[in-house]
């Protein structure tokens, strides 16, 4: 009998730190659900006490979910430890994560602590955190450069206060695997009470070894593993979920525990985080990037055809890619729209947002006569953010583009309920059209990444534009698709424009001092 390794999903908080990969509270909600579909063991869904929006949001995803554990984040401070009792308070399963910093450089310089008031505010965190939940989990962090024998001190006083899980971070993705991997076996033995919890590792990819670095861990005791789906997280990121957990599943004779996930749910939801935040997946991405079980040289696709496992270790169908399956099309009916997009983990909150979805839908279908998942995917997203808080749309567009003449644009759009129009020239169809969109909205932002993705296969597939805007240090994503990739980049920037428009204490919460 093999142990558990529970995996702890932290995309929607610490994956919400990467610049510009903010959600909102229902976006959020739609990623918690995929993770339970997934069967995460935890979902980490924000830090209620960083702002309104994030309360709101783990308030929303402890509502919505049901057999995965709601994890809110805290710092080792009361104010932040009530706030997170309080946004988890409706959760079938609920977890407070509380830390603390731990390593010279953050106590002296961050947090102006003598080492002893650390331990007692670590104490204090997680005793506090006990009156609102059972399943307390303590994190030292910045561990990966913290004193050895101080981990022990401290480790040791927060299991005797309740803590149920000790997560060792490597905040700053200093570490390297065999160091790493003795640091965890040397607490799990020096540790008196280390048999009272279960340890953790949270690795950050500032080397690129979060995922090596988190595997050595479990290699020498640790039985939960944080991570984040496609390796979201601040700065390089964090370790990715799915490449965790399929070395795991793949090297069963090496690994003496297993996970309890459903892989084969693994490319939806790494499609649903890349299409909300807006960070597109690197075609070579393990696991889940387009050509990760895609075998160009002719040596390899020979030895595919006559034996799979020639030149694959994992089955493509294992991790959830299905070969382009045609799902719908232009004839397909309300029904078995609904159906489809349920399977999808997409919920009609009423009768009406039904009608509008079909409405998109059968818009698209006549423009595009397969509708793949992928196409149903971007039209969530699209509706999605519709539903929210778009005070700016697209009428319509019309773009000029010839040969030897410079391109123009001509766009109208609905701002408040009022049709404005506006024209710019451009280098190009989609440069012109931006500089027309900004000539109305006049936001200022500066664009830091104009990227294009096809969503299927083919010259009608809808091409998903990714548009990222800065203004006063504030960075967005704004997404659109459309079958033509000009109207789409239209969509995107509308998009971004309109989430700069949202007050940035309902978006962005992460403002943690302590
Ligand atoms: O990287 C880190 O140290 C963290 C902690 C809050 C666990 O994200
Ligand atoms: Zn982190």
Redesign the pocket.
């Known amino acids: 009998m093999k142990d558990k390794l529970i995996i702890f999903d ?1 995309t929607l ?2 994956g919400e ?1 990467s610049p510009g990969a903010s959600m909102t509270r229902d976006e959020k909600v739609r990623i918690a659900r995929a993770l339970e579909r997934l069967k995460v063991d935890v979902i980490e869904a924000g830090f209620p006490a960083a702002s309104i929006g994030d309360f709101e949001a783990v308030q929303a995803v402890a509502n919505a979910v049901k057999d995965s554990t709601v994890c809110g ?1 805290a710092r080792a401070l009361d104010k932040d430890i009530d706030r997170a009792g309080e946004a988890l308070k409706s959760a079938a399963n609920s977890r407070i ?1 509380t ?1 603390i910093a731990t390593s010279p450089i953050h106590m002296q310089m961050k947090l102006k602590m003598q080492p002893e008031q650390v331990i007692e505010y670590a104490v204090r965190a997680v005793k506090r955190a006990r009156q609102y939940t059972d399943n307390v989990e303590f ?1 030292p ?3 990966g450069r913290s004193d050895e024998d101080f981990l022990c001190r401290i480790l040791e006083a927060v299991i005797d206060a309740g803590a149920t899980t000790l ?1 060792i ?4 993705g200093y570490s390297i695997p065999q160091q790493f991997g003795t640091t965890i076996a040397n607490l799990i033995e020096r540790i008196p009470n280390s048999d009272k919890a279960i340890f953790s590792v ?1 690795c ?1 990819n500032d080397l690129g070894l979060a995922v090596s670095n988190s595997l050595a861990a479990v290699m020498n005791g640790a039985r939960q593993v ?1 991570c984040t789906i496609n390796g979201l ?2 700065r390089a990121g ?1 370790a990715s979920l799915e490449e965790v957990v399929m070395a795991v599943r793949t090297r069963q004779d090496i690994f003496t525990c297993e996970t309890d996930l459903d892989t084969r749910e693994i490319v939806t939801c790494s499609k649903l985080v890349s299409s909300i935040t807006g960070f597109p997946v690197q075609p070579n991405k393990a696991i889940v990037g387009a050509n990760a079980f895609a075998h160009e040289s002719g040596i390899h696709q020979d030895g595919v055809l006559k034996n799979r496992e020639t030149y694959e270790i994992m089955r493509a169908e294992d991790v959830g890619w299905s070969t382009n399956r045609m799902v719908l099309g232009k004839h397909s009916g309300r029904n078995a729209f609904k159906s489809r997009m349920t399977e999808l983990g997409f919920e009609f909150q009423s009768e009406q947002e039904l009608n509008d979805t079909f409405f998109r839908f059968k818009q698209l279908a006549d423009k595009k006569h397969e509708i793949f998942d992928e196409d149903l995917q971007a039209l969530i997203s699209e509706v999605s953010i519709h539903a929210e808080e778009e005070s700016i749309e697209l009428v319509g567009l019309r773009v000029c583009s010839e040969t030897g003449e410079v391109p123009k644009a001509h766009v109208t759009l609905r701002i408040d309920n009022q049709e404005i129009t506006g024209e710019a020239e451009g280098s190009g169809a989609v440069d012109a059209s931006l500089k027309a969109i900004e000539s109305i909205v006049r936001s200022g932002a500066t664009l830091e990444l104009y990227s294009v993705n096809n969503i299927t296969s083919g010259t009608d597939a809808q091409g998903e534009v990714t548009v990222r805007l800065e203004k006063g240090g504030r960075i967005v994503n704004g997404l659109g698709a459309d079958t033509d990739i000009v109207i789409a980049s239209a969509k995107a920037y509308i998009s971004a424009v309109n989430k700069l428009q949202i007050p940035e204490e309902r978006r962005h919460p992460q403002k ?1 001092d302590v």
């Open positions: 932290t908080r610490d730190q984040l994560h830390f994190s962090e910045d561990a997560n971070p490597d905040t700053v949270h950050h944080e997280g601040e964090n943690a």
